[in-house]
């Protein structure tokens, strides 16, 4: 009997995935969807032979108590009534009944997720934990093109999230690394005690693969486009910034890039009436007031208006400066915290070198930016201005200005890791760039990778008769190294 008793609690423990969409009367994209924005996946039991039987087909595991809990899911029955949608306006469009299409498409069904994001993020500190794949998706998806795979919404929401987080990171100051890769660029940021990494694209021309499906992507979109909005708008309200920020039509079609987002500060006027006391004196406190007043009179007039002089300039509040313009203080909220690297520094950015990332780091180090006008609209400074220091470019320079210092992109993103302003020799335009190194690897780590890097490059540069040499060395060398080992083990053999 208890061998038995195991049995049925083990196979009440765990659902096969095609009972649970029929239990759950969906299709099995819409199973996947739901899966995914509940945080549900797939186990592994421990016992798959007998649950199968001897059953060698595969088969999908899940707990049957998280099966119950999608049971009980609001957006459940959005999803089934989606899945009658469809079929009502699939019939509408074969019996070409135009106007009945064109009233459902107006009245597709939609769900929220916001119940989903406070399910699965109890605090805000959870949230920022969780942050290193939603932004890395969102920066992706902010860089594709539009195709029948990508949505044009999708885009512009991945884009608009994006920029408003990189708004929070040039305030804040927030940014620690960064590394220049062959698959993106990796930042690392540092929010409320918790470490944030990432990685960004390049932005270049991206063809779209077939072999990837964008509706499981897409699917973990959309949760991550809902807590990066929570994290912007949980952020932006701790800085006393108004959220979501305006954007500037005109600098957005023009490249404007960052400018384009309008920053704006909270009104928090707190208006105090003022009370009357409605406590009637008594006779005690007339009384005394009389006695005063009898005291009072004897004293001189001279004594009285010094008193009051004192009373007055006690009594005198000075009156607060605050900056006269709104983009003053918004720099000035997290002032003492931000790091101040590029303080001193005024950077110019030419036209091939990547401005979408430099100009976010700069800035977040204290440094102001301007650009070429063909990089984009809006540059505080221009070509010939006197007070720029160092000019960024990725190509030999036709036309240098006296006064400022030509370097590589590298130098900047080198400084960031070193923590100070690194020496130029070596990162001027056609000079040979030192190996840009990660900044997340252990010293050891990467003096290891260095040596192995120079060897491999050190092979590949070889002539062919030069490989043989070097190849029939090495054979030697193993060679020594095996005849060594096998003498050990004599010696060992012989002693015991």
């Not at 549900?40 to 595991?61: A, C, D, F, H, M």
């Not at 305030?171 to 960004?200: D, N």
């Not at 072999?211 to 309200?237: A, H, P, W």
């Amino acid at each position: 009997m208890p061998n038995v008793q195991k049995k049925i609690k083990s196979e009440q423990k765990y659902v096969v995935r095609n009972q649970a969409i029929r239990k759950l009367q969906i299709s099995l994209a819409q199973f996947r969807r739901l899966c995914i924005l509940k945080g549900i996946y797939p186990v592994e039991p421990k016992n798959k032979r007998k649950l199968q039987e001897g059953n060698s087909q595969l088969k999908t595991w899940y707990y049957k108590k998280d099966i119950q809990r999608l049971m009980h899911e609001p957006i459940l029955q959005t999803l089934r009534d989606e899945k009658t949608h469809e079929k009502k306006l699939t019939k509408a469009l074969n019996r070409q009944e135009w106007t009945i299409a064109n009233l459902l498409k107006d009245e597709k069904p939609f769900y929220t997720l916001h119940h989903v994001i406070k399910e699965r993020y109890p605090t805000f500190i959870d949230a920022l934990r969780d942050l290193d794949d939603a932004l890395s998706m969102i920066c992706l998806f902010s860089t594709l093109p539009v195709d029948e795979k990508v949505d044009q919404t999708q885009v512009k929401e991945c884009q608009r999230l994006w920029l408003e987080f990189q708004h929070y990171l040039i305030l804040t100051g927030s940014i620690r690394k960064t590394f220049l890769s062959i698959k993106g660029i990796y930042y690392q940021a540092e929010i409320k005690g918790q470490t944030i990494t990432w990685i960004t694209p390049y932005q270049f021309s991206q063809t779209m693969p077939h072999d990837v499906d964008f509706r499981v992507m897409g699917t973990f979109l959309e949760i991550y486009q809902v807590l990066l909005s929570f994290v912007n708008y949980k952020l932006y309200q701790e800085l006393n910034l108004v959220y979501p920020p305006a954007i500037d039509a005109q600098k957005d079609e023009n490249a404007g890039g960052l400018n384009a987002l309008v920053l704006a500060e909270k009104d928090q006027k707190q208006v105090i009436p003022e009370t009357k006391s409605t406590v009637k004196p008594t006779k005690e406190f007339e009384s005394r007031v009389k006695s005063l007043e009898s005291k009072l009179s004897g004293l001189d007039q001279e004594d009285q208006d010094e008193e009051m002089e004192e009373e007055v300039e006690e009594d005198k509040i000075e009156p607060v400066v605050e900056p006269q313009n709104a983009q003053e203080r918004l720099f000035s909220i997290a002032q003492a915290h931000k790091p101040t690297l590029f303080s001193k520094c005024v950077f110019y950015l030419s036209r091939e070198v990547p401005r979408y990332s430099l100009e976010l780091v700069i800035k977040a180090f204290g440094g102001k930016v301007g650009w070429d006008q063909t990089a984009g609209h809006g540059s505080p400074f221009q070509f010939d201005d006197n007070r720029i220091t160092h000019h960024i470019v990725d190509r030999p320079a036709t036309q240098t200005l006296q006064g400022r210092e030509y370097l590589q992109p590298q130098w900047v993103y080198d400084s960031i890791n070193a923590g100070y302003l690194v020496k130029s020799d070596g990162y001027r335009p056609g000079e040979k760039l030192p190996p840009h190194l990660s900044p997340f690897e252990s010293a050891s780590d990467k003096e290891s990778d260095h040596e192995e890097e120079q060897k491999e490059l050190a092979k590949m540069m070889m002539k062919s008769r030069d490989k043989k040499l070097y190849q029939k060395l090495e054979a030697q060398k193993k060679q020594k190294q095996e005849k060594a080992k096998k003498l050990v083990q004599k010696r060992k053999s012989k002693s015991n």
